[in-house]
């Protein structure tokens, strides 16, 4: 009988997710698929705009890392999880934060050698973003960046230069949002 609990237990504990941190009724779960690998959650925050609560962003790595200019400068896999809280935000919205993100944290000033892939990612957002849509931003070096909506697969950019210039949105010098960023690298 006795084997037969702890069986059950294991099954249990293997098939139900964990969930890691809530943020404002939003679960980001501790680990996340990139490819072939486990990717951990290295931290997470609310994104408010003005007094509006937008998403729970969460940032997911191979191991814990505070340092934000070497998670974007990394050529490894990592994923940042964005749970919708708002319900209604335009596409139009969407694809214009995407491109302040962009040319704040341009790392040469240049957006011209990735313009193409920027208008490429882009064109994925044709959707209003509702409440609890979950996208799932994954990049892997054999495959780029992989963007999901509700775990549909909405196309993929490549190059490591365009998966620095996405991240550094959340994480550069000029972020989306500084405690966003601050909560994302675990501090």
Known sequence: MRKILIGIFFALSVITPVQAKEISGMNLPDTIMAGKEQLILNGAELRKKLFVKVYAGGLYLRKKEGDAQKI??????MAIRMHFIYDGVSSKKLVEAWNEGFADNATTGDLRPIQERIDT???????????????DIIYTPEDGVRV????KLLGTVSGLDFKKALFAIWLGGKPVSAALKQGMLGT
């Open 121 to 135: 990612f882009n064109s994925f957002f044709t959707e209003e973003a509702r409440k609890g849509d979950i996208y």
């Open 148 to 151: 999901y909506r509700k775990e």
């Open 72 to 77: 974007i400068n990394a050529d490894e896999p």
